[in-house]
Structures are given as structure tokens and as C-alpha cells.
């Protein structure tokens, strides 16, 4: 029996929220918040008939952490779940404390604005002293985990598939697989054809700064960057086929350095069709990526915001996607004194996912871990006080959740291996 306040009303939201609506046992009641709540009580009213979760919505700005913590005191939840942007991680995290409640997402903390010179400063500190550059990293985030210890409250960071899922996989494989762990990669394929020139299958803001960031792995312990898109290599997918893949700065190789310090070498490799790279790179090169906003014809313009608004909504793609994606992570190390290989990975199919919840599978793959993370914190399985990744929790309940409720696994002990 649980009350559970859910920030934001997008794909991923609308996925984790109609998934908590399949445990009503658990979620016994939720509100959801978000910018335009015209979006949350669509979605309310397309699911009052079918769920026994009692759901309300309110209308929230999520960057005034005053509007947050009145909407926390006066509904009360067990939990808040931030599935807006990542711009939002810190009010939301304050708004928590301010009202000792729970908090989980999934995106670490980046800010709007990446020309505000007091983040800027900052910044160009931590990219001199850890060596990469995007604009995301955990420090914003973790510099919270003595504020939420000595309050007594857990807050879960990333728990969507990538991040989120890759790190129980990483857990899993420490726990019962190996003694030692040498090299993890992991690798995001996705296979769906949306039949558009070009289209980004989640938030195409944090999407097309994610992808056009210079890319990074961690080796022995230390950052090596790379120019954006510059390391390529090719993989035979289960149920997928061969895909091109490059390898990219991801947020879940910082906290997994962190937490698997003998691992030597961790990378991320995400597929692309030739289109997608071709278009990006046209865009980037006539600064249609770029976050500094400029004046036109008297008004405002962010390039990257506009850009948004032309390209078509991630949440439209899920009626003409069709495919499947393949997510999840090789190791190699060794068990019983004896070299091993392992994979472990998931596969998901985008009809399928529309078929359940009306969305594509990019949505549906981060939705449906977000909505076990909750399920974790709320039956008390991932609770301690402090801030913390998905490989600091037992990863054994919620692998057995996922298979449950839509992304089961698949292993393989002799995969091809990623030179
Ligand atoms: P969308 O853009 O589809 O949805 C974002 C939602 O947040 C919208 O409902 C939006 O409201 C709301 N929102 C934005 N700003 C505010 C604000 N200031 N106050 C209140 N609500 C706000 O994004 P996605 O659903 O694609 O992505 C959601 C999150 O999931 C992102 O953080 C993304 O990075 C993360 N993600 C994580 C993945 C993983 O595997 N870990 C993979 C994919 C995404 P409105 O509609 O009114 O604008």
C-alpha cells in the first residue's frame, strides 16, 4: 500500500506510470505531475477504467522547488519518482529533503543552461581533473548523499535501462558469475526502423547532446576521450543482426569506475544508422546542436530547443516503429581461477511494446525498470539511507521483476567479444 507522486507526462513517464498501474497491489494510489497536466489527466482518464491504482494529477513546474515541496506536503507521497528531464534532478532532490520524502530518476543531473558561468567554472574544473566532457556527471547528484543519510531517506539515480538496468547486470555478474570482472562494454542496440530521415527516440534535447558529446571509457581507472562518434565497430545482434556501433560517453561507466574499482576497462557502444550520423553531423556543423541561445528577428531562439520543436515527438514513433532492440553487457575476468566470458542482455520488440502501452521500445525499456526501481524502494527491498546507483542494490529482486513485468533476460556464455 503505497502513494506515489510521478514528475513528468512524457514517453517514459507514460510507460513506468501505466506499468505501476499493472501493480496496484503496491501502487495503490498515484499522482501524476507534470508541466501540462491537460497531458496527465489524458492519461489518467485512458487508465481509471482498466486499474485498481486510484490516480489524481496536478499541474507542477518542476524547476520551483516552493510549488514542488506544496505539492509533496499536500499529497504526502512514499515516494517521488522524477521522470522529467534531468535539468530538474536538483529541485526535485531539495523538494524531497525539504519534505522527508523518497526520490529516485532516471538521468543524472545536467543542467539547462550550459552557459551559466557559476556551473560553467565548475565544470571545466571537473572535465581538467577527471578527463571527460560531457555535460552530465553523478558529482551534482552525489554531492546530496550526506543530506539524504542524515535524514534517513534513500534517493535512486538512473534506473532506466541505460542507465539503470546495465548496472544490475554488472551486479548480477559480480554476484554469481565471476570472482573477477576484467572488462565490461556495454552495448545498446537499437534495431527499429521508424521510417523517418531522422528522428530521436527519446527527448531529442538530451538525446542530440548525449550523442554529440566527444567519447569516453574508463581504463584502469582513468577517463581516455575520444572525438565524438571516432571508435566504430561492428556486431551481430541476437534477434537484431549486424549494426554498426560507436562507442560513446555514458553516465553509468563514472559510477561503475567507482563501485567495480578492479575492473580495468569499461566502455558503451550504441548503434546508429548512417542517416542518423549524417544528419547530426550536418546539424552540429551549421550549429543547430548548439545550447547558447541567439537573437532572431528580436526574439530568443536556443538552436538545440528549436530544433526540438521540428523534429517529430518521440512518442509518435511507437505506432510506425518496427523492430527490436538488444541492450546489455559482455564481461570477461574469471571464475574458479579459470578465464570466463559472459553476456547478459535483454531483447524487446517495438510492435510488441506499442501492442501493451501505446509507445516504442525506448520509452517502454526505460519505463518499465523505472516503475521495478519503485517497486524496490516501496516493498522495502532497496532502502538505506543516502544517494545511490542501481549496482549498489541488490540486483536479484529486481532482474527477477523485470522478467516479470516485460524485459526478461537472456544469456549467452560464449559471446563474440568487442575488440
Ligand atoms: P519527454 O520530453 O517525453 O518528457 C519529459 C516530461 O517532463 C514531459 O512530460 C514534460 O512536460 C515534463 N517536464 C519537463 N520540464 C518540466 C518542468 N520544468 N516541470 C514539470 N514537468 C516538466 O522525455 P522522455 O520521457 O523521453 O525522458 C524522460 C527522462 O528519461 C529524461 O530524463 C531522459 O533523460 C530519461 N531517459 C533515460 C533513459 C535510460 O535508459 N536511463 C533512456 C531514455 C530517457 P511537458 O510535456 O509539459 O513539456
Not at 505501476?20 to 485512458?46: M, P
Not at 524502494?377 to 522478467?403: H, I, R, S
Request: aromatic share 10%; proline share 5%; glycine share 8%.
Amino acid at each position: 500500500m503505497s502513494k506515489v507522486l510521478v514528475i513528468g507526462c512524457g514517453g517514459v513517464a507514460s510507460v513506468a506510470i501505466q506499468k505501476c498501474c499493472q501493480v496496484s497491489d503496491v501502487f495503490t494510489e498515484l499522482c501524476i505531475a507534470s508541466r501540462t497536466k491537460s497531458k496527465c489527466d489524458a492519461l489518467a482518464e485512458k487508465l481509471a477504467p482498466i486499474t485498481k491504482t486510484k490516480i489524481t494529477t496536478a499541474q507542477v513546474n518542476a524547476d520551483n522547488v516552493e510549488e514542488l515541496i506544496a505539492l509533496i506536503k499536500s499529497y504526502q507521497p512514499d515516494l517521488v519518482m522524477n521522470i522529467a528531464l534531468p535539468y530538474q534532478d536538483l529541485t526535485i532532490m531539495d523538494a524531497c529533503l525539504a519534505c522527508g520524502v523518497n526520490y529516485m530518476d532516471t538521468a543524472n543531473y545536467e543542467p539547462e543552461n550550459t552557459d551559466d558561468p557559476a556551473w560553467r567554472a565548475i565544470y571545466e574544473k571537473r572535465c581538467k581533473e577527471e578527463g571527460f566532457s560531457a555535460y552530465f556527471d553523478y558529482s551534482w547528484q552525489w554531492a546530496y548523499k550526506k543530506k539524504f543519510e542524515d535524514a534517513g531517506l534513500t534517493a535512486l539515480l538512473g534506473c532506466g535501462f541505460d542507465p539503470g538496468v546495465t548496472q544490475a547486470y554488472c551486479a548480477y555478474a559480480a554476484k554469481h558469475e565471476f570472482d573477477t570482472i576484467d572488462t565490461i562494454d556495454i552495448l545498446d542496440c537499437n534495431g527499429g526502423d521508424h521510417g523517418y530521415a531522422f528522428a530521436t527516440n527519446f527527448n531529442p534535447e538530451i538525446n542530440l547532446r548525449e550523442v554529440s558529446a566527444p567519447g569516453s571509457y574508463m581504463e584502469n581507472g582513468h577517463w581516455v576521450e575520444v572525438p565524438a562518434m571516432s571508435i566504430k565497430r561492428e556486431y551481430n545482434f541476437d534477434q537484431v543482426g549486424e549494426k554498426d556501433m560507436y562507442l560513446l560517453h555514458h553516465e553509468e561507466i563514472e559510477s561503475l569506475g567507482k563501485n567495480f574499482p578492479g575492473v580495468k576497462r569499461i566502455r558503451f557502444f550504441m548503434t546508429f544508422g548512417q542517416s542518423y550520423l549524417d544528419h547530426m553531423r550536418c546539424l552540429e556543423d551549421v550549429g543547430m546542436l548548439s545550447t547558447t541561445p541567439i537573437n532572431y528577428n528580436g526574439q530568443e531562439i536556443v538552436p538545440i530547443q528549436f530544433l526540438k520543436a521540428l523534429l517529430p515527438d518521440p512518442a509518435s514513433l511507437g505506432p510506425r516503429t518496427k523492430g527490436k532492440t538488444n541492450i546489455g553487457c559482455i564481461f570477461t575476468g574469471t571464475k574458479d581461477g579459470k578465464p570466463k566470458t559472459y553476456y547478459i542482455y535483454n531483447v524487446c520488440d517495438h510492435q510488441e511494446c506499442y501492442k501493451e502501452v501505446g509507445s516504442q521500445a525506448i520509452s517502454y525499456t526505460t519505463g518499465v525498470p523505472a516503475m521495478c526501481g519503485a517497486l524496490m524502494m516501496l516493498t522495502g527491498q532497496w532502502t538505506k539511507p543516502g544517494v545511490y546507483t542501481v549496482e549498489e542494490f541488490n540486483p536479484d529482486p529486481f532482474l527477477d521483476a523485470l522478467d516479470k513485468y516485460g524485459l526478461p533476460r537472456s544469456e549467452n556464455r560464449a559471446p563474440a567479444l568487442v575488440d
